[in-house]
């Protein structure tokens, strides 16, 4: 060992820096096991949590879904004027104002204080007449928010378990979103001591370019892509000849949550490619060369991803990953002309 305290601070230096950028303390295969053990347990836990919370707010996560809905609805006001039977907040009935089963239809209305081209909300209400009390149409002054709605769809479970089944579904779905940020900054954890410290820059910046993507994807799915779709599909049950009024509701969160999360994994798309241009396995010229092939693919994906599997919907999905990966396509070719600028340069050196 050199006596020299010069030499002696250099290699304390150097050993420094190998620790840096090696990426921690060197540990036995028994401490990595160990490290692998810890890491999983707090997984299973932080999962556990976050589905004992889901399953405690299901009410409020049920809104949430059925929030898309709601907006759908709103998109399709109803066409011809409406007539609407209500109980209390129930809805018995609704029917187009000119198969109304009165003889005249505006004579009736007017009477009720209405006009003969509008929608109309009646109740059923006791009404006294001498000594007897009798079971009535009024006219409703507050009625339903979605009594007058195009498109009414109702949520109903047809088992015992349905109410059970759909709570799971909400309990899964939700704790595992919840638990997912947790999850991932454990296996950090686990993970980045072993990596160098570009290494770590180069993992946080992909980190937060696919979570930005995928809640991107979430979010234009929730607010946009979902309550197109419905609509759609309520649509085109209609054009069929087939009656959209109820849809089972375990079914229709398991379609939504899919929908969800397939439309975020969907717009990892732009990660994907970036990356294989980034170690040298794509470039610009070969995605714009096989750009047709590239869309043919993107729309078997849609088809893959889309729960129903509807062409409508399956274009209304696509839609957005065609427009990402010509932004990919840009971006690899702002790549490529900064690449050619840095080696023309390093040449004229």
């Not at 003969?116 to 507050?142: C, F, M």
Request: hydrophobic share 50%; net charge negative.
């Amino acid at each position: 060992m050199p006596d020299d305290p010069e030499i002696i601070e250099t290699e304390l230096v150097r050993d420094t820096d190998d620790h840096e950028e090696g990426g921690g303390p060197v540990k036995t295969f028994l401490e990595h096991l160990e490290d692998l053990r810890w890491t999983i347990i707090r997984s299973v836990i932080a999962i556990l949590l976050g589905i004992i919370v889901c399953l405690s707010a299901g009410n409020f996560i049920i809104g949430l879904i059925k929030r898309p809905l709601i907006i759908a609805q709103q998109m399709r006001p109803s066409k011809d004027p409406l007539v609407v039977l209500t109980l209390g907040t129930n809805i018995l009935g609704r029917m187009p104002l000119s198969r109304f089963p009165v003889e005249n239809t505006t004579r009736v209305t007017n009477a009720l204080g209405l006009v003969g081209t509008n929608d109309i909300v009646l109740r059923l209400a006791p009404v006294v007449v001498g000594t007897n009390t009798l079971l009535a149409l009024v006219t409703d002054p507050t009625p339903p928010a979605d009594a007058l709605y195009g498109m009414r769809v109702d949520l109903k479970t047809y088992s015992p378990g349905g109410g059970f089944t759909i709570a799971i579904q909400i309990a899964m779905f939700g704790g595992l979103t919840l638990s997912a940020p947790f999850v991932l900054f454990f296996l950090g954890q686990f993970i980045l001591p072993a990596l160098h410290v570009h290494e770590k820059k180069f993992l946080y910046r992909v980190s937060a370019f696919a979570s930005a993507l995928f809640f991107g994807g979430v979010a234009f799915c929730y607010f946009v892509l979902l309550p197109i779709t419905l609509g759609t599909t309520a649509a085109f049950s209609n054009w069929l000849g087939f009656g959209a009024d109820e849809w089972r509701a375990d079914e229709f969160i398991s379609f939504s949550c899919w929908f969800l999360l397939g439309m975020g994994v969907s717009f990892e798309l732009p990660l994907v490619l970036l990356t294989l241009v980034k170690i040298g396995l794509l470039d610009v010229k070969a995605l714009s060369r096989y750009r047709s092939y590239f869309y043919v693919g993107i729309l078997v994906i849609a088809g893959f991803v889309t729960p129903d599997g509807n062409p409508v919907n399956m274009l209304l999905m696509a839609a957005p990953l065609l427009v990402l990966y010509e932004a990919t396509v840009v971006i690899a070719w702002f790549w490529a002309r900064s690449d050619a600028k840095k080696a023309a340069l390093a040449g004229e050196k």
